[in-house]
């Protein structure tokens, strides 16, 4: 991510809202240049900040001195003890973020919202129903982060199998090139699943960091896509692409298999 000495400065400022929080809360360092690379935008803005994984309230007091006091910040979490933080002006919702059903008719309470931080029950499930009901009840240009997504490889949370969050945030991300294959009639293979391609249309952007994924939204119609030339080409010139080698052997970026293997060129059958 791009540093400079004003993004320094917003880094520091949220760790000392961090360290000056009045009640406990655990972060992992470099997540600091994370949230301000994500959320500094809002900083000062009568913005709608929901974080799930509350119940030390810690994180609460940080987001509001660190986005001001116009920000709205709502917690969510599953353990009715968390309701105590009301108290001290923060809305709380209480329930199952696993569960579809729940998410459904916290937004109905929520409505728009700027942005939503997953720090809560890590699961694998927990974290892709989190993301796909955030991303469908998307009103404005918002952003959704999970956070600690180690644990999709970690032995506590390992039900999952290779159903993991991250591997489900890397299977979405074809759905940003997917939507084009209308550009390039015949060379795709055939989508059987456009529904999801539709569900993850209004997502413009997916961000991979150490230990968190965000996905930008903007639900707005946006006008549909079209090749242009900037001007006629007056003949085309020779096409050098399939010339010269033909593959390369690149070690796979897999952490946990190493594999050496050939990606080979030339034209597809």
Known sequence: ???????????????????????????????????????????GTECTFVETGVLNGGSLFMWREWLGPRARIIGVDMNPAAAKWREDGFE??????????????????????????????????QQIVTAKSAIRAAKKPCVVVIEDTCTSFMKEFSRHRDRSFLNYAKSATDLLVANANEFFPGEYPHIDNPGVVEEFQQVYSIQFYSGMVAFQIDPAPVERPVIVWNKEADKFQSDFRYEGVESAEVVWPDPFTRQVVTVRGGRGN
């Not at 004003?6 to 972060?27: G, L, M, R, T």
């Open 92 to 125: 709380i919702l209480i329930g199952d973020q696993g569960d579809p059903a729940f998410w459904e008719q916290a937004f109905t309470q929520i409505g728009a919202f700027d942005a939503l931080l997953d720090d809560g029950g890590h699961q694998s499930f």
């Open 1 to 43: 991510m791009a540093r400079n000495r004003d993004f320094d400065k917003v880094v520091e400022d949220i760790k000392n809202c961090f360290a000056n929080s009045p009640e406990p809360s655990i972060k992992i360092t470099h997540y600091f240049a994370i949230y301000a690379e994500l959320f500094s935008h809002l900083r």
